[in-house]
């Protein structure tokens, strides 16, 4: 889209603003009638997360800094893919493609193998995988396309899975304030 458009791509905004129009018209919730509930600060919220609950923010803690791997990652990307000589279509946002592909089938098995062997296993091991894989990818060499796919995939699903478990584990360890964990 970037070459096709002639580096216009604030084109790509219009679908998006015509899809926040439809939802804005269509899609407006019903006001329930009843008694009005005072709602917490965000400040007081926070505060009354107990400060014994270090497993807690161990949690966070994992889940922000995956979140800066994967960020730096993205961040990144194209220069490596320049750097290790790939064509312009993975560079422009092929291989992109296929690790947002990798995080989001990811999540499926994530949550079977949670369900399985435990949150704690799979937030581990999708840990490790993750650090194989993502230093393979950094510190090999130009690599055959079909290598590079399953390189892109297999990081993507690793870091992405991580996330939505850790939200399940954070959720079990702080059933109390469940949705302010989530946030």
Wanted: glycine share 10%; proline share 7%; charged share 10%.
């Amino acid at each position: 889209t970037y070459q096709w458009t002639h580096t216009h791509t604030q084109w790509l905004m219009l679908p998006g603003s015509l899809l926040l129009l439809l939802a804005i018209t269509a899609c407006r919730p019903q006001e329930t009638k009843g008694p009005i509930q005072d709602r917490p600060s965000l400040i007081n919220s926070l505060t009354k997360i107990p400060f014994n609950q270090k497993r807690l923010y161990i949690l966070f803690i994992l889940l922000a800094t995956m979140s800066a791997l994967e960020q730096g990652l993205l961040f990144l990307l194209p220069e490596i893919l320049e750097l290790k000589g790939y064509s312009p279509w993975y560079i422009n946002g092929g291989a992109l493609l296929w690790f947002v592909l990798g995080g989001a089938t990811g999540m499926i098995p994530a949550g079977y193998l949670a369900d399985k062997y435990g949150k704690k296993i799979v937030i581990t091991g999708s840990i490790l995988g993750a650090i194989i894989t993502y230093y393979l990818f950094i510190l090999h060499p130009t690599t055959s396309i079909p290598t590079l796919i399953l390189f892109m995939i297999a990081t993507g699903s690793l870091l992405n899975m991580a996330n939505p478990i850790g939200v399940a584990l954070g959720q079990t360890l702080f059933p109390q304030k469940s949705a302010l964990i989530s946030g």
